[in-house]
């Protein structure tokens, strides 16, 4: 038996006591795991989103809380393709709707000839028509979730559409939505002459930075420009308050986590108060038996730790078999998040162990063999 | 050619007093004593008389309040924990509940190994040999609970060996065994003293126990009545 051996047969004595001192700390870091993974692909998906296609950058209003209310006039369009070193612009609207069971579908009004600038990949069936009001593309998740086909008609808000083609983007979020006509989302969000935002393409030998700092001047601080969604305002501030609900969730977990371990393993001291007498008594050093119940607390901790990992990837796992998130959420994975979910357990443990191993320092063997 | 420390008693106490509860309970008052290494002395006297006290005092689990102790030549006072001076130089058997009830018999007697800087293969060779000793080769695997009163203490012998000690200090060891088992241990410790040079100091209540000894020490209220 070694010190190391000790420890385990300590902790296996009260194996249901400690067992549920490990369940609730797994919980904590599977949380913390579950939350950061898709906190990280959100901002992933989200990055990515303008990045698609042939874009340098968009563009929106500058007044706007959020993309989705970013309102910029049509015709500003041809003003901005007549900008030095500007390419191309293409205007895209953006609609929310209730679709195939999900509450916020992605609908996205574009021009027909704009598709592939915006790099919508055609899978199965064909782009709509240029003057087609009824025609629509599915993107592969959508499609995928309610089970519609290329030639299948679906409705969507009180409007009626026909299934043409089913895209990919690669981006989780256009891809459990739907492409259509721009007039079209228009007409049926009452939006005519409107665009959510404006995707621009540099000319070759421009600098996309300079373009859009000239395009900014020019519109005297009517737009903000951006390379991805990323670098919006609002962005980061959602991604703040992810952020910080993420760390609260982590203190939350310390500090559940850190008393249940302190409560279990002040328990287990007291009982065995008589016992560290002995071990006081044979030669034990104070240093030891510190080391005893940090090492019992924090074996606890890091099984903790593992257990978690594998709870949080599972429930991610079944989360994305949830139709309505299937699709939206992509959990990406990175190590320093498990390094982070792993300090954490870490921390609770060390925390959980300090102030029973001072309690079991303050037992001195006199009295602890008067203790029955 | 005489050596001035070997001719120094292995354990030489001054004037030692202890107070307990705010002063109002004496448990020593000037206790005198020398004990030469190899000696077996039985330390007799009725409860409360300080005997366990000084017995204390001598694993270096308590401290007087005056006085001088001194064992194979460290003043004990001076001690900051005194765990290294038991790991090295003590070992400890007491009446009851005496071992972890989770570890093996032979686990219980590595206990001790795991402070000092012993190679795992030495150890457990060690463990073996002492279980061997006390006469319980067959039963190194079983828990504490299996064991019979008289195994046990036999197991806690072996254990207060794990450390090559100088001196054992046993609190009461027979006071929760029947009169059987009871001889059967103090034979074994009286074997040990012999065979094994080691200082054996006993505390004891009972007549015939003490009476094994070399040398019967008399407590009574602190003091030392008899010591011959």
Do not use: C
């Not at chain 1, 574009?110 to 064909?126: H, P, S």
């Not at chain 2, 254990?159 to 060891?173: C, F, G, H, S, T």
């Not at chain 2, 027979?174 to 009286?190: A, F, K, M, P, Y």
């Not at chain 2, 054996?200 to 011959?228: F, N, P």
């Amino acid at each position: 038996m070694s010190f190391w051996g000790l420890i385990l047969k300590n902790l296996w004595r009260h194996k249901i006591r400690n067992g549920l001192t490990l369940l609730g700390v797994s919980i904590g870091v599977a949380t913390i795991l579950a939350l950061g993974l898709l906190m990280n692909g959100f901002e992933q998906s989200l990055g990515e989103t303008l990045r698609a296609g042939k874009t340098d950058f968009s563009v929106m209003s500058a007044d706007a809380p959020a993309i989705l209310f970013s309102a910029i006039e049509e015709s500003k369009l041809e003003e901005i393709e007549h900008l030095a070193g500007v390419d191309h612009a293409a205007g895209s609207l953006l609609a929310i709707t209730s679709f195939l069971n999900n509450p916020y579908f992605f609908s996205i009004g574009v021009e027909a000839n704009d598709l592939d600038f915006l790099g919508v990949k055609i899978v199965e069936g064909r782009a709509f028509g240029p003057q087609a009001p009824d025609e629509i593309l599915l993107g592969k998740t959508s499609a995928g979730n309610g089970n519609v086909h290329v030639g299948d008609k679906v409705t969507m808000g009180t409007k009626e559409f026909q299934v043409v083609g089913i895209y990919e983007t690669g981006n989780a979020w256009e891809d459990g939505g739907a492409f259509a006509n721009l007039a079209t989302i228009q007409q049926w969000q009452h939006k005519e002459g409107q665009v959510s935002l404006v995707a621009v393409k540099v000319k070759d030998g421009f600098v996309a930075d300079a373009v859009a700092s000239t395009l900014k001047a020019h519109f005297a601080g009517q737009f903000v420009t951006m390379h991805s969604i990323a670098e919006s305002e609002n962005f980061l501030h959602s991604v703040g308050i992810m952020q910080a609900i993420s760390w609260a969730v982590s203190i939350l977990a310390i500090g559940i986590g850190g008393i249940g371990v302190m409560n279990t393993m002040t328990m287990a001291v007291f009982e065995r108060t008589r016992e560290i007498g002995i071990l006081r008594a044979v030669g034990w050093r104070r240093r030891r038996i510190i080391s005893m119940v940090m090492g019992e607390s924090i074996t606890i901790a890091l099984i903790a730790a593992v257990l978690g990992f594998i709870v949080g990837i599972l429930a991610v796992k079944g989360l994305l078999l949830v139709p309505v998130v299937k699709g939206y959420l992509t959990p990406v994975y990175s190590i320093m998040l498990f390094v982070r979910a792993f300090g954490i357990a870490l921390a609770v443990g060390l925390l959980g162990g300090l102030y029973p191993a001072y309690r079991a320092t303050r037992i001195t063997p006199t009295t602890a063999l008067r203790h029955e | 050619m005489s050596d001035p420390r070997k001719a120094e008693p292995l354990i030489q106490a001054r004037n030692l007093t202890k107070h307990y509860e705010k002063g109002q309970t004496h448990a020593l008052r000037g206790v005198n004593l020398a004990i030469k290494a190899g000696e077996f002395v039985a330390i007799r006297g009725p409860s409360g008389s300080g005997k366990s006290t000084l017995l204390n005092m001598i694993a270096a689990l308590d401290r007087p309040d005056s006085g001088e102790i001194r064992v194979a030549g460290q003043d004990l006072t001076k001690l900051r924990d005194g765990a290294s001076y038991r790991a090295h130089v003590v070992g400890f058997i007491f009446q009851l509940h005496n071992l972890i009830p989770t570890l093996t018999a032979f686990e219980n007697v590595l206990v001790p190994m795991l402070e000092l800087k012993i190679k795992r293969k030495a150890s457990r060779e060690k463990a073996e040999t002492l279980l061997h000793q006390v006469g319980l080769n067959g039963k190194a695997d079983n828990l504490p609970p299996e064991l019979s009163g008289g195994e046990r203490q036999r197991v806690a012998v072996a254990r207060a060996l794990a450390n090559d000690p100088q001196i054992i200090l046993a609190d009461e060891p027979t006071g929760s065994l029947d009169t059987s088992n009871g001889e059967q241990v103090i034979e074994l410790l009286r074997k040990i003293n012999r065979e094994h040079n080691v200082t054996l100091i006993l505390v004891t209540h009972d007549k015939e126990v003490a009476g094994i000894a070399d040398r019967v020490i008399q407590i009574r209220d602190g003091q030392i009545v008899s010591d011959k």
